[in-house]
């Protein structure tokens, strides 16, 4: 089925609102990246809490290096489940009003 142009208005909208921008996060990652702020961003509370208890033994020195790999992909996959579910919401509400 497809999406009118204005059904493509709302998902970009619902992106815009409740999705996450790269460049944030990178920021983040750069220079708090050390006490995992960029995860809480992300939405990644469990291992941002982690970093941040385990700051003072340098370990997450190399988990903010791995995360600049990472983050990237991060995003992309939160983003695309906005989209995912601001579609299916149009679709199923599409279907209710059709029956």
């Excluded at 370990?59 to 989209?83: A, C, Q, Y």
Aim: glycine share 6%; charged share 20%.
């Amino acid at each position: 089925m497809m999406l009118s142009s204005e059904d493509q208005l709302v998902i970009n909208s619902e992106i815009a609102k409740s999705g996450k921008n790269k460049l944030i996060a990178y920021l983040l990652l750069i220079f708090l990246g050390f006490f995992g702020i960029h995860r809480f961003y992300m939405g990644k509370v469990a291992s941002g809490v982690a970093m941040l208890l385990l700051c003072w033994t340098f370990i997450t020195i190399p988990w903010s290096v791995i995360d600049l790999f990472l983050l990237s992909g991060m995003v992309d996959r939160h983003n695309k489940k906005i989209e995912d579910e601001a579609t299916q919401q149009i679709l199923m509400k599409r279907a209710y009003t059709n029956d």
